[in-house]
């Protein structure tokens, strides 16, 4: 069932046009993962704000511990309450879920429900930046909805489009990218409300997989393994590939994007090696 949350209960038309940030995700938690920069630039902001869209209904997630006697209906229920309160507790401009099943955003036909709905919100919000999950992710869910998210981009008229469009980590960090591919987004504004965003979450956290540590962990790590040389500005980063060129140049495939940087991460490396190589 799709839902819709203002947590300060504005008219919805007002909650869509003072959003400037924008995140687009797949599963109840994504948005808290990988678009922590978006909720922490506007949290207590007063020109700021953030808006939370995610994309699936959260059916088949694993029913363990004290949620082993939930059926998948009542697992769902469990996560769009969650997400309201991740919502809340951030102080977003508005949720919305969609409810799509992921199966819908794999399909070539019946993704066009997904992305004429996702393009309504890029052309309400007009956000000036935008998150999305990255192009190099390993889960098929997210992306599927990725490729719905740039189709859904690439219609906007050019005043609608975002300044700025960010591939952000999940299911596999971007630690791997050439310095000079990655965005460093700083993450290490408000801690404690980083954790309780993801500590929310106990229907995902309470089955055995400790998102908080790994989330908070990872960002810490971007910041330490860096750069060897200088000193972290920020202890916490998430990386990110800017996804512009796609909305710059529509003939672009996403598998030749990310083969570009794949082929400039592979020159680094072999050139590494073959420099100090020995007889
Ligand atoms: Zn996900």
Redesign the pocket.
């Known amino acids: 069932m799709k839902d819709f949350y203002v947590p300060d209960g504005v008219e919805v038309k007002t909650a869509f046009e003072r959003t400037t940030h924008l995140a687009v995700?797949?599963?109840?938690?994504?948005l808290e993962?990988f678009a922590y920069h978006g909720i922490a630039e506007c949290y207590e902001s007063q020109d700021a704000w953030f808006g939370g869209v995610t994309v699936?209904n959260g059916a088949g997630s694993a029913r363990t511990g004290k949620y082993a006697d939930f059926t998948d209906e009542e697992m769902q229920a469990k996560r769009v309450e969650e997400q309201r309160e991740a919502a809340k507790i951030g102080k977003y401009s508005f949720q919305a879920q969609l409810a799509y099943p992921s199966s819908d955003l794999k399909s070539a036909e019946k993704s066009e429900a997904a992305i004429s709905e996702l393009e309504a919100y890029f052309r309400q919000c007009k956000a000036d930046t935008v998150y999305l999950?990255n192009p190099a992710d390993k889960?098929d869910?997210?992306i599927s909805l990725l490729t719905c998210c740039v189709a859904a981009l690439r219609r906007l008229p050019e005043d609608c489009r975002p300044k700025r469009v960010y591939g952000c980590e999940?299911?596999r960090d971007l630690d791997w990218l050439s310095d000079s591919s990655k965005v460093m987004l700083p993450v290490d504004k408000y801690p404690e409300l980083a954790e309780k965003l993801i500590e929310v979450f106990d229907s995902q956290v309470a089955g055995g997989k400790d998102y908080v540590a790994a989330t908070i962990g990872r960002r810490n790590a971007n910041a330490t393994y860096f750069d060897s040389h200088s000193i972290d500005q920020s202890t916490a980063y998430t990386v990110a590939i800017d996804m512009m060129p796609l909305l710059e140049n529509p003939e672009l495939s996403m598998d030749a994007f990310v083969g570009e940087l794949i082929e400039a991460f592979k020159k680094d490396a072999c050139d590494r090696l073959t420099r100090y190589q020995k007889a």
């Open positions: 995700g797949a599963h109840q938690d994504d993962i699936t999950h889960h869910t997210h999940v299911w």
